[in-house]
């Protein structure tokens, strides 16, 4: 019983969560803020929605083709129409139950290219690790940015141009919740095994990429798949005047915030459009429609080319027939 409300709860909440933010976002909009959202999608310049979508949908095929550089070292060479179509499932499946896209993509390769499914899945971890590693290059690679510009001194001053203590509190913060955890480390053996067994998959996961036969084609494509990320949110700012001119540090920093809305809840659903409108106004660009917009399209594409996906894959005979349930 405990077990199925946890499970109910891991389901229920994220999304309760993004409902929840999506509707203080909207209720948060003045009405002149609506009818610039509802412009926005009539006088878009399209030209530069559609590089944007194809920067994103390269994206998702180089991703399904650098994981065959993965599996190859184990001995399987699965069709790369089959690799896009579980990447693209995946995506899919993680909108109804939030985290269950990884487990859904080994479980496909599994039954249409006859990789095992712990195998299929370690890669899946493998990726995670490196996505984790790119993310954090993303983060530093916006904070110099952000050191060298004005917007650095809203945090580091008050309005009226004395100094401000707020990031010492934010440091200080950080610095008190670290020691916090290395106390519960040392002191929990519980918590000890579970982070080392992290920080060990997280090693194995480097050896793994460094040891590949094509490991540069490996890193090659992961530096495309984040170039296109980046990219395709540059180029979608092209399609507004408000937005055309957009620094490249506000770039970054509302590319990073964006990423961290969609890692928090399931597809960023309110969190997104939120926090990028908040990163756009640090940069004083008010335009609450740009974030809507992004998350409209980009998420758009991925239900339609997911559910496309998802019934393209289901149309070929499995390898791997599922085994009958007990009460078959």
């Not at 001053?157 to 020691?179: A, H």
């Not at 793994?208 to 890193?219: E, G, H, N, Q, Y």
């Not at 997104?272 to 992004?294: C, E, K, M, Q, S």
Request: net charge neutral; with cysteine.
């Amino acid at each position: 019983m405990k077990a199925t409300i946890i499970k109910i709860l891991k389901l229920v909440v994220p999304i309760g969560i993004g409902l929840y933010l999506t509707w203080y976002f909207l209720t948060g909009l003045t009405d002149t803020e609506i009818e610039q959202t509802k412009s926005a999608f009539y006088e878009a310049n399209y030209f530069w929605v559609v590089i944007s979508l194809i920067l994103a949908f390269l994206s998702h095929f180089s991703r399904a083709y650098r994981w065959l550089f993965l599996l190859e070292p184990l001995g399987y060479k699965p069709k790369l129409s089959n690799s896009y179509h579980a990447v693209m499932s995946g995506y899919i499946i993680n909108y109804t139950v939030p985290r269950s896209g990884e487990i859904a993509r080994a479980g496909l390769m599994t039954s249409y290219e006859k990789v095992p499914f712990e195998k299929g899945f370690a890669t899946i971890v493998i990726e995670r690790v490196i996505d984790v590693i790119m993310l954090l290059i993303v983060v530093f690679i916006s904070g110099l940015l952000q050191a060298n510009s004005e917007q650095l001194d809203r945090i580091t001053q008050t309005e009226s141009g004395e100094p401000s203590y707020l990031i010492w509190y934010i440091l200080g913060g950080g610095f008190v919740m670290g020691l916090i955890g290395l106390v519960v480390y040392l002191k929990s053996e519980k918590v000890k095994s579970f982070v080392n067994e992290k920080l060990r998959g997280f090693w194995e996961g480097l050896k793994s990429v460094w040891t590949m036969k094509k490991k540069w084609a490996f890193i090659g494509h992961t530096l495309f798949i984040w170039t296109c990320y980046v990219g395709m949110f540059w180029v979608a700012a092209q399609a507004f005047p408000e937005t055309e001119s957009i620094p490249i540090g506000c770039i970054f920093a509302a590319f990073v915030v964006g990423a961290t809305a969609i890692a928090a809840v399931p597809g960023g659903l309110g969190l997104y459009p939120l926090w990028v409108t908040a990163a756009l106004a640090a940069y004083d660009i008010n335009f609450a429609a740009f974030g809507i917009f992004v998350w409209v399209t980009q998420t758009g594409l991925l239900i339609v080319l997911g559910l496309l996906s998802l019934f393209l894959i289901q149309r070929q005979p499995k390898l791997v027939e599922e085994k009958p349930t007990a009460d078959e």
